[in-house]
Nanobody, 121 residues
Framework: QVQLVESGGGLVQAGGSLTLSCAASGTIFSINVMGWYRQAPGNQRELVASLTHIGTPNYVDSVKGRFTIYRDNSKKTVYLQMNSLRPEDTAVYYC???????????????WGRGTQVTVSP
């Protein structure tokens, strides 16, 4: 069973930076994607950034140029470096892992408990 533990959230002023980390435990299949979603009060959960096992990144338009996602596969950890933070980035950020043993099979999905990021004006 895969478990994800997030850390690094907190309170920061607009324009500041934070780095989130998410460490996975358990067996991870070679075909996988790790990433970050966020959910603000009254909003749906949205994808912020993801990174596949072959290094293909994906970002929501609102964070392009400000956030960077990267992985350390030896530590089974994914990071989200967030710069130039804005009040609208305030949300609970959730780590996600999706993996599958072979192509063309359903993906197993796992979520962390979430970490709060608050950006003050």
């Amino acid at each position: 069973q895969v478990q994800l533990v997030e850390s690094g959230g907190g309170l920061v002023q607009a324009g500041g930076s934070l780095t989130l980390s998410c460490a996975a435990s358990g067996t991870i299949f070679s075909i996988n994607v790790m990433g970050w979603y966020r959910q603000a009060p009254g909003n749906q959960r949205e994808l912020v950034a993801s990174l596949t096992h072959i290094g293909t990144p994906n970002y929501v338009d609102s964070v392009k140029g400000r956030f960077t996602i990267y992985r350390d596969n030896s530590k089974k950890t994914v990071y989200l470096q967030m710069n130039s933070l804005r009040p609208e980035d305030t949300a609970v950020y959730y780590c996600h892992l999706g993996h599958k043993p072979i192509l063309n099979t359903p993906q197993f999905n796992y979520w962390g408990r979430g970490t709060q990021v608050t950006v003050s004006p």
